[in-house]
């Protein structure tokens, strides 16, 4: 699902690039590390502002970023022209639910906040398991369903109504596919929004049918 026009303006204001550059990414940061030396996948990186944290912030050189929005990802190719070659960044159109990418294809995967936008999130949970590597990090940044049934999520934003999850529901979901949290399950907002990194095992974990 693609969020719709007035989200896409409040993502993409200079209010929300500054909260992602001295809270969000600092935080998620904190939680999963650097990411320097390793191949790095972004789902839902919209116009480019939390690729270019990637990069800056976590230290990434070799990152796909992917997005549902065709002139999303348009724009952060624009937005990103002017890194230096020394940068390896690619930018899809690709849904997260669907990935055209290899097994065991990344280090780590990023999701800052994109998931609550997937009608099927745990076959999206699924996929990223799927291309990350044994011992591969997943850091997150997510939205919980006690968010999206606030007032102003619900008369102003375009979401899923169906299949939403709370903070341990998520947990649980990742946990069922072998993933480990690293430390702490950060919560804000009492429980609105969720961050953590967790670690794929290093051994396989049989998967049950998606739902």
């Known amino acids: 699902m693609k969020m719709n026009n007035f989200e896409?303006?409040?993502?993409?204001?200079?209010?929300?690039?500054?909260?992602?550059?001295r809270f969000e990414?600092?935080?998620l940061r904190s939680l999963g590390g650097d990411?320097?030396?390793?191949?790095?996948?972004?789902?839902?990186?919209?116009?480019?502002?939390s690729t270019k944290r990637l990069i800056e912030q976590f230290g990434a050189?070799?990152?796909?970023?992917?997005?549902?929005?065709?002139?999303?990802?348009?724009?952060?190719?624009r937005n990103l022209s002017a890194l230096s070659p020394h940068h390896q960044v690619q930018l899809l159109v690709e849904d997260v639910s669907a990935l055209n990418m290899p097994d065991h294809s990344f280090d780590a995967v990023v999701d800052f906040a994109a998931l609550h936008?997937?009608?099927?999130?745990?076959?999206?949970?699924?996929?990223?398991?799927?291309?990350?590597?044994?011992?591969g990090r997943f850091l997150f940044e997510e939205v919980t369903?006690?968010?999206?049934n606030r007032w102003f999520a619900r008369?102003?934003?375009?979401?899923?109504?169906?299949?939403?999850?709370?903070?341990?529901?998520?947990?649980?979901?990742?946990?069922?596919l072998g993933f480990t949290l690293t430390g702490e399950l950060v919560k804000k907002r009492k429980g609105d929004f969720i961050f953590g990194c967790a670690i794929k095992a290093t051994t396989t974990i049989p998967r049950s049918s998606s739902r």
């Open 8 to 21: 896409k303006t409040i993502m993409n204001s200079s209010a929300r690039v500054l909260f992602l550059d």
């Open 25 to 27: 990414a600092p935080l």
């Open 35 to 49: 990411l320097q030396g390793l191949r790095v996948l972004e789902i839902g990186c919209g116009q480019g502002h």
């Open 61 to 77: 050189t070799s990152v796909v970023a992917i997005d549902l929005d065709e002139d999303s990802v348009r724009k952060a190719r």
């Open 117 to 135: 936008h997937v009608p099927n999130w745990q076959q999206a949970l699924s996929e990223i398991s799927r291309v990350l590597k044994p011992g």
């Open 145 to 148: 369903r006690q968010w999206l």
């Open 155 to 176: 008369t102003f934003l375009l979401h899923p109504k169906e299949n939403r999850f709370n903070a341990e529901e998520f947990v649980a979901e990742f946990g069922r």
